[in-house]
């Protein structure tokens, strides 16, 4: 055998060695996508029915980590509880608040799901409001999350999902919320980076073969349009901050337990509050200033708007998706 036969060899073994690692880490990452899903699924049902007037928020968000966790999943970020005009990232604070639910809201849950960093990312209203503006504010979300659902193929413009959507939404007269809306989620990232929007005038990405989407619709009552309040209860890590000076001690181990537990994932200060009994929040606001932390705003409209919410995590396939929550 001659010298470039024997290089041919060892190039074919090592060419078959990295496609049966591929093929290997594409088998994982189906299996551990499919077992969330099978998780989140699970989750939403067993805390519906708990979602009713006079419910307890705090216990509410307790109740579904802890069930994502007894089923053996990891929560991908805090659960969220956002009510009537609250749109997105509100999680229970370190002490319970004391908020409950009351008679006339209406009430969104976002939870997410991961193993071993893969992700799938769900969400659902609950109405407990008899005003008839509200009567189809749910069934507009369904409706236009069904409407997206068939236009998904590889190579579609995510941009032709937000103008179905945006259609439907505005036709039940209610309004999209131009600032949030789908995404790719990638390993260890919820927010991939690839978007899928709420409007046809956002621009998108073109979706692939292998890929992870969740497809997340809000329809709103007010003019679709969301301000950052000035309260946070969830954060993460900032991958490009480079190294930089913590005066505090727990400033540097609420980083590096951070860095081991939650990697690059979003995380609720109550979390910590497990793990730290003392100076969680100096140490936190510390992390923000110095920019090794971001903060999650509550995310609003103004006062007496209702907003709801759905979102499902789809597969692209070959041959089009598979719905994984």
């Known amino acids: 055998m001659t010298e ?33 899903g099978k998780i989140a699924q699970e989750v939403k049902t067993y805390i519906k029915p708990k979602i009713k007037v006079g419910a307890n928020v705090y216990k509410l968000i307790s109740e579904t980590e802890a069930k994502i966790e007894e089923l053996e999943g990891l929560c991908a970020f805090p659960v969220n509880l956002c009510i009537n005009n609250i749109a997105a990232h509100y999680t229970s604070p370190i002490k319970d608040d004391g908020l409950e639910i009351e008679e006339g809201d209406l009430v969104k849950i976002d939870l997410g799901v991961h193993i071993d960093g893969y992700i799938v990312d769900t969400a659902y209203s609950v109405n407990l409001n008899e005003e008839t503006s509200l009567e189809n504010i749910i069934q ?32 039940f007269k209610y309004n999209p919320v131009r600032e949030l809306g789908g995404h790719q989620i990638e390993r260890w990232t919820v927010h991939g980076k690839k978007r899928l929007p709420e409007l046809g005038s956002q621009g998108g990405d073109v979706m692939e073969a292998g890929e992870v989407f969740s497809i997340e619709i809000f329809a709103s009552t007010g ?103």
């Open 140 to 171: 507009a979300t369904e409706i236009a999350l069904d409407a997206a659902k068939m236009l998904v193929k590889p190579k579609t413009n995510t941009r032709d999902l937000g103008k179905k959507i945006e259609d439907i939404v505005k036709g």
């Open 223 to 325: 003019e679709g349009s969301v301000h950052n309040t000035q309260s946070s209860y969830i954060y993460e890590i900032n991958p490009y901050s480079g190294r930089v000076p913590l005066r505090r001690k727990t400033s540097k181990q609420i980083l590096g337990y951070v860095n081991k537990h939650y990697k690059t994932l979003p995380f609720a200060e109550r979390w910590l509050a497990k793990e730290f009994r003392l100076g969680v929040a100096f140490g936190l606001q510390e992390l923000v200033q110095q920019g090794k932390l971001q903060a999650h705003n509550v995310l609003a409209e103004k006062k007496g708007i209702y907003i709801a919410q759905i979102e499902e995590t789809i597969l692209i396939t070959e041959e089009g998706f598979e719905q994984l929550t």
């Open 4 to 36: 470039n036969q024997n290089l041919e060899n060892e190039n074919q073994e090592e060419k078959s060695k990295e496609e049966l690692e591929k093929e290997e880490e594409e088998k994982q990452k189906i299996n551990s996508l499919k077992k969330a």
